[in-house]
């Protein structure tokens, strides 16, 4: 995360709050990825940098994107959207709004009682392996897990398996390293 992460942290809690008693959670995760995304684009970079911008520039830019991407989802919302597009530009804040993106999904997937899980692995895992695999980790996690798999053929064989807080290391190469380690101690 970057340098903005604690300035980030209040808006993305009140935003989450919102979110959770008005029951639009998915509402907010789309509009915060829109939001999110446009502030990353190199143009409105530069915008937010240069001092002769106007708020209620950036508040039209944001709110335009923002319902072209997510037009159902800034509906929903309403005022709630705008107010909170108003508060970011009143307190110069629209470079803040990866961090708030990351924070709400964070505090999202924490509330819905997921784990996001990577999974690498030296070759192509079929469905039944999936499967299996998926159920041992909700069961390890006691959660629901949404895996992202990708493929690494340097493992030899195996997989590894990483959270935000856990890793294992069940691959071949892993355990050639650390029998390599062990042999030269």
């Not at 789309?30 to 502030?39: F, I």
Request: net charge positive.
């Amino acid at each position: 995360m970057s340098q903005y992460l604690t300035i980030a942290r209040p808006y993305a809690k009140a935003v989450f709050d919102n979110a959770v008693e008005q029951n639009q959670l998915d509402e907010w995760s789309a509009v915060l990825l829109a939001l999110s995304t446009t502030s990353n684009e190199p143009k409105v970079c530069e915008m937010l940098q240069r001092p002769s911008t106007t708020d209620q520039t950036l508040i039209d830019l944001f709110c335009d994107v923002a319902n072209l991407v997510a037009t159902a989802e800034v509906a929903a919302l309403g005022e709630r959207f705008i107010n909170f597009t108003k508060l970011l530009a009143e307190h110069k804040r629209f470079n803040c709004l990866a961090d708030i993106a990351k924070l709400y999904h964070q505090m999202l997937i924490s509330y819905k009682k997921i784990t996001e899980v990577d999974v690498i692995s030296a070759f192509e895992m079929n469905k039944a392996q999936t499967k299996k695999l998926q159920k041992a980790l909700e069961e390890k996690f006691k959660s629901k897990i949404i895996m992202q798999h990708t493929l690494d053929k340097s493992l030899i064989g195996g997989l590894i398996v990483r959270t935000d807080k856990f890793v294992m290391d069940a691959s071949l190469k892993g355990r050639l390293t650390r029998l390599e380690t062990s042999l030269n101690s």
